[in-house]
């Protein structure tokens, strides 16, 4: 059991530039989970997965963001055109049943 | 909606205090309950959690017991140590499952020698 990893675990980008963030859960968890988290606040639920299917998506989730999960394995978290606002740690997480959740190192995230 | 409510921190101890970090919660029906921890630099960390109503959740010295009738699932730990600094986040999912954590704003604890 290796955990949950993400790559790259920091990132700063000139506003007005896509990024794009990768999650490689635990094997065989079926379930994969993206959040953001500003400092001071606890995480704020983006997406969800099971399998290749995305289930859920919060309103925090702007057309400029994007999620995949091609073959139920990894999944890539994408923003087009960053903003200032977009600055935050984000952070995967994969679970193999309806409660435990396990989460990566995270992402951070600097938009200039 | 469903909501997780933290005392607000900075809490600070000195090694071998007793720490209660409050926890309430507002969900329709039976959440799941968790504690979550966060050392300087490193990703969340499942710490403990309790599924239904009067169960005690514990591990590495920490204990936390659900009570529905005060809605509340306060962290204890009868004497911290200095690596137990970190920031602490109360979580729930919703009774229906299948669907993400919804966190407190954590709590940050320091212990000093």
């Known amino acids: 059991d290796t955990g949950v990893s993400q790559d790259p675990r920091h990132k700063i980008t000139k506003r007005g530039q896509n990024v794009t963030f990768r999650c490689d859960p635990i094997?065989?968890?079926?379930?994969l989970y993206w959040y953001r988290q500003t400092l001071g606040q606890g995480p704020e639920f983006l997406t969800y997965?099971?399998?290749?299917?995305?289930?859920?998506k919060s309103r925090l989730l702007s057309d400029r963001f994007s999620a995949e999960r091609p073959k139920g394995s990894f999944s890539t978290l994408e923003i087009q055109r960053t903003e200032q606002g977009d600055s935050a740690m984000y952070l995967c997480?994969?679970?193999?049943?309806?409660?435990?959740?396990?989460f990566g190192p995270g992402t951070r995230l600097t938009v200039l | 909606g469903d909501s997780v409510t933290q005392m607000e921190g900075p809490v600070t101890l000195s090694e071998e205090a007793f720490l209660t970090i409050n926890c309430t919660y507002t969900?329709?029906?039976?959440?799941?309950l968790f504690w979550y921890v966060q050392y300087p630099g490193e990703g969340l960390q499942l710490l403990l959690k309790?599924?239904?109503?009067?169960d005690k959740g514990s591990n590495k010295g920490f204990e936390a017991t659900y009570r529905k009738e005060t809605t509340s699932f306060h962290l204890e730990k009868g004497s911290v140590q200095v690596s137990d600094s970190a920031v602490y986040f109360c979580?729930?999912?919703?009774?229906?499952?299948?669907?993400?954590?919804?966190f407190g704003k954590g709590t940050r604890l320091s212990v000093i020698a």
């Open positions: 979580a729930l999912i919703p009774f229906s499952g299948n669907t993400p954590l919804v």
């Open positions: 094997s065989e968890h079926n379930r």
């Open positions: 997965f099971q399998n290749e299917a995305q289930l859920e």
């Open positions: 309790a599924t239904k109503a009067d």
């Open positions: 997480a994969s679970s193999p049943d309806i409660d435990t959740q396990y």
């Open positions: 969900a329709t029906g039976y959440p799941s």
